[in-house]
T-cell receptor, first 114, second 113 residues
Framework: SQELEQSPQSLIVQEGKNLTINCTSS?????LYWYKQKYGEGLIFLMM?????EEKSHEKITAKLDEKKQQSSLHITASQPSHAGIYLC??????????????FGQGTILTVHP | GAVVSQHPSRVICKSGTSVKIECRSL??????MFWYRQFPKQSLMLMAT?????????EQGVEKDKFLINHASLTLSTLTVTSAHPEDSSFYIC?????????FGPGTRLTVL
């Protein structure tokens, strides 16, 4: 089965600083999702990457999927307290029968100090 | 706005009782929905796939008789935790695909006393 490793596990930054969260897979990624979660709440969809080398941006958040499709990074520019939360990467396993089934990394807890 | 809703958001019950959690897709149809469970400070773990018009498929280690899933319509899936015990206390969250993206509900916090 696919395993996702996120790093770092937690991150504390000062407001305005840039930061990067990584997600590494033990297998080729077919559909890599990034979500944000506040503790005890649902997941907010951020971005989804499918193609090797793909990069997407939304506001101050950029996500990339490497050419080999085994690692993705999430970069936040000029972080704000509103960016604080738990960031989760999730991946679909290969194969049609696994469509929609996501395996998640353990999450990265982001704290942004004003 | 929200794409997937869940009800209730929180439920507290006594050990031995059954609890039903609803997951609804808003303004779109979902022939497949997914149920996950999240324990404190842990990530989400897929429990089962809910299929409209057919039986749910369960992940390894998930008891199908304990976690009953019914996909009643194209917009509604229900998860019933039967004879709940304190170890079933967790955060249950569903997802539904829309336009190749998985959208998650707000989750249901179950506490079994």
């Amino acid at each position: 089965s696919q395993e996702l490793e996120q790093s770092p596990q937690s991150l504390i930054v000062q407001e305005g600083k840039n930061l990067t969260i990584n997600c590494t897979s033990s297998k080729t990624l077919y559909g890599l999702y990034w979500y944000k979660q506040k503790y005890g709440e649902g997941l907010i969809f951020l971005m989804m990457l499918q193609k090797g080398g793909e990069e997407k941006s939304h506001e101050k958040i950029t996500a990339k999927l490497d050419e080999k499709k085994q690692q993705s990074s999430l970069h936040i520019t000029a972080s704000q307290p509103s960016h604080a939360g738990i960031y989760l990467c999730g991946a679909e396993n290969a194969g049609g029968t696994s469509y929609g089934k996501l395996t998640f990394g353990q999450g990265t807890i982001l704290t942004v100090h004003p | 706005g929200a794409v997937v809703s869940q009800h209730p958001s929180r439920v507290i019950c006594k050990s031995g009782t059954s609890v039903k959690i609803e997951c609804r897709s808003l303004d779109f149809q979902a022939t497949t929905m997914f149920w996950y469970r999240q324990f404190p400070k842990q990530s989400l773990m897929l429990m089962a796939t809910s299929n409209e018009g057919s039986k749910a498929t369960y992940e390894q280690g998930v008891e199908k008789d304990k976690f009953l899933i019914n996909h009643a319509s194209l917009t509604l899936s229900t998860l019933t935790v039967t004879s709940a015990h304190p170890e079933d206390s967790s955060f249950y969250i569903c997802s539904a695909p829309r336009r190749d993206t998985q959208y998650f509900g707000p989750g249901t916090r179950l506490t079994v006393l």
